[in-house]
């Protein structure tokens, strides 16, 4: 709200534009997974992920609805990495069934949210998988942590997995670049195993 007239007009303006653009990406399955795959990912945690894969180690990667998490989801796909999504089922079972197909077909496999779902998950992630997880949404029962100055209740499950199965936690982004189509994708410093709530806050 501090921000002037101009700005904010600006910062609606590609808002907007971008969820456009991100529309159309998720619906675009094998073709945008297709570019996605030509991106080169960089950033001081790449070398420990390809660590893990080689050895075989349980990661949890860390992102949250900003850029596009399906760019680097396709994209380590694409390089040999086995990575799994979690997703929620919409409620329409026709939108679901076009929505899971799409997302599917950017890269699998993923499990829906649920009992059945999560037992699929941590089979998947005990054998050595890469689960990509979005920590950026309010949970009522999550834990209070600080995020831009305010407090914001978080879930910690994914710390507490990582802490339990002995996987790698790993932030990563994929950020769109000016020309609008392509995604700079940075992998973070892994963060330290230390407890739950420490490791949430660093996310």
């Known amino acids: 709200p501090d921000l002037p007239e101009a700005e904010k007009r600006r910062v609606c303006r590609a808002v907007a534009d971008h969820f456009g653009r991100s529309l159309i990406e ?3 399955g094998r073709d945008f997974a297709e570019r996605a795959a030509r991106f080169t990912p960089s950033g001081p945690g790449l070398a420990a992920l390809n660590e893990a894969h080689a050895e075989g180690r349980p990661v949890i990667l860390i992102s949250a609805h900003f850029g596009n998490y399906d760019a680097w989801r396709a994209n380590l796909s694409a390089r040999g990495f086995a990575v799994g999504g979690l997703y929620k089922p919409m409620s329409n079972p026709a939108t679901n069934r076009r929505y899971v197909k799409t997302i599917e077909s950017i890269a699998s496999p993923l499990f829906p949210r649920g009992a059945e779902g999560m037992s699929d998950m941590i089979r998947f992630l005990r054998k050595g998988g890469m689960l990509g997880l979005l920590g950026d949404q309010h949970m009522s029962h999550g834990e209070l942590v600080d995020f831009l100055g305010k407090p914001a209740r978080t879930a910690t499950s994914a710390a507490k997995m990582a802490l339990k199965y002995k996987a790698l936690l790993v932030p990563l982004y994929a950020t769109r670049n000016p020309d609008g189509l ?17 490791m949430t806050q660093a996310i």
């Open 182 to 198: 392509t995604f700079t994708i940075e992998v973070e410093t892994p963060i330290p195993h230390s407890d739950a709530l420490t």
């Open 26 to 28: 998720l619906h675009s």
